[in-house]
């Protein structure tokens, strides 16, 4: 089982930027596709942005596409989310997570095996 651990939130005005990372450990996440997902109070989590276990391919919720960008440095064992022009309704707490199955990259939280414990981004207006 790996441990997931997020760093980077905060509190920002509308149109900043915030750089999250999300450090591994226990096992290497080299061969996993790796998600950001959110959840804002009273809502369901979502899906934000994955990145398959090479790099090679994101893909992006449409509320963040061309806003966000995730990327991972597997020789740190880290992956990371770019958000700029940040926006009110961007406001909840960002989890990172672990695919269950190596080589497989998908958006859906059931196939993510591993979470880290959240950490909260405010966007004030």
Same mark, same amino acid.
């Given at each position: &089982?790996? &441990? !997931?651990?997020?760093?980077? =939130?905060?509190?920002? &005005?509308?149109? +900043?930027?915030?750089? !999250?990372?999300?450090?591994?450990? +226990? ?7 790796? +998600? ?5 109070? +009273? ?22 596409? =061309? ?14 989310? &770019?958000?700029?022009? !940040? ?39």
């Amino acid at each position: &089982q790996v &441990q !997931l651990v997020e760093s980077g =939130g905060g509190l920002v &005005q509308a149109g +900043g930027s915030l750089r !999250l990372s999300c450090a591994a450990s +226990g096992r290497t996440i080299n061969m996993y596709a790796m +998600g950001w997902f959110r959840q804002a109070p +009273g809502e369901e989590r979502e899906f934000v942005a994955v990145i398959s276990w090479s790099g090679s391919r994101t893909y992006y919720a449409d509320s963040v596409n =061309g806003r966000f960008t995730i990327s991972r440095d597997n020789a740190k064992n880290t992956v990371y989310l &770019q958000m700029d022009r !940040l926006k009110p309704e961007d406001t909840a707490v960002y989890y990172c997570a672990a695919g269950r199955k190596a080589g497989v990259t998908t958006t859906s939280p059931a196939d993510f095996g591993s979470w880290g414990q959240g950490t909260q981004v405010t966007v004030s207006s």
